[in-house]
């Protein structure tokens, strides 16, 4: 299995969240399913139904965060040294050439993607045109409005 880029925040919050449904969701889901066979005929019972429904959800969870954790490649940003180049966990502050408008993203891993954020994927257009750019450059994103023109500001490793 190919690893995956994710960074060190990014794999925190997998844990987290591979933590939780490991101590609180499925612990309930399995109280839920005892209660709901207690009540007689699981034929027609909508409750087992839907608490069996929810642990498969839950088991299915459980499995593809351990597997995107155990392919995971943890990049810590702070860490890195890519001479001011744009590279995976860089945060790149961005100026439209058009309008002047000034926006910064982080380049993340697919799970940690939130473009409200500012964290966008590594295999987004964006991020793709930026990859390898450094202070200064002009990057050529192509985007559904056409294409935009963005001047690399500044390039941070936090």
């Given at each position: 299995?190919?690893?995956?880029?994710?960074?060190?925040?990014?794999?925190?919050?997998?844990?987290?969240?591979?933590?939780?449904?490991?101590t609180v969701d499925r612990p309930w889901v399995?109280?839920?399913?005892?209660?709901?066979?207690?009540?007689?005929?699981?034929?027609?019972?909508?409750?087992?139904?839907?608490?069996?429904?929810?642990?498969?959800?839950?088991?299915?969870?459980?499995?593809?965060?351990?597997?995107?954790?155990?392919?995971?490649?943890?990049?810590?940003?702070?860490?890195?040294?890519?001479?001011?180049?744009?590279?995976?966990?860089?945060?790149?502050?961005?100026?439209?050439?058009?309008?002047?408008?000034?926006?910064?993203?982080?380049?993340?891993?697919?799970?940690?993607?939130?473009?409200?954020?500012?964290?966008?994927?590594?295999?987004s257009p964006i991020a793709r045109a930026l990859?390898?750019?450094?202070?200064?450059?002009?990057?050529?994103?192509?985007?559904?409005?056409?294409?935009?023109?963005?001047?690399?500001?500044?390039?941070?490793?936090?």
């Amino acid at each position: 299995m190919a690893t995956i880029p994710i960074t060190k925040r990014g794999a925190e919050t997998l844990k987290a969240e591979l933590h939780k449904l490991k101590t609180v969701d499925r612990p309930w889901v399995i109280n839920a399913i005892a209660e709901a066979r207690a009540q007689g005929d699981l034929s027609e019972n909508a409750e087992y139904e839907s608490a069996k429904d929810r642990q498969g959800f839950i088991e299915g969870r459980i499995q593809e965060v351990e597997g995107k954790l155990s392919a995971a490649q943890i990049i810590d940003p702070t860490e890195l040294d890519a001479g001011g180049r744009v590279v995976f966990g860089a945060t790149v502050k961005l100026e439209d050439e058009d309008t002047g408008d000034q926006v910064t993203y982080q380049i993340v891993g697919e799970d940690e993607a939130d473009i409200k954020l500012g964290l966008v994927n590594i295999s987004s257009p964006i991020a793709r045109a930026l990859i390898g750019k450094e202070q200064g450059d002009t990057a050529e994103v192509q985007a559904p409005g056409g294409v935009k023109h963005y001047e690399v500001v500044t390039v941070s490793y936090i």
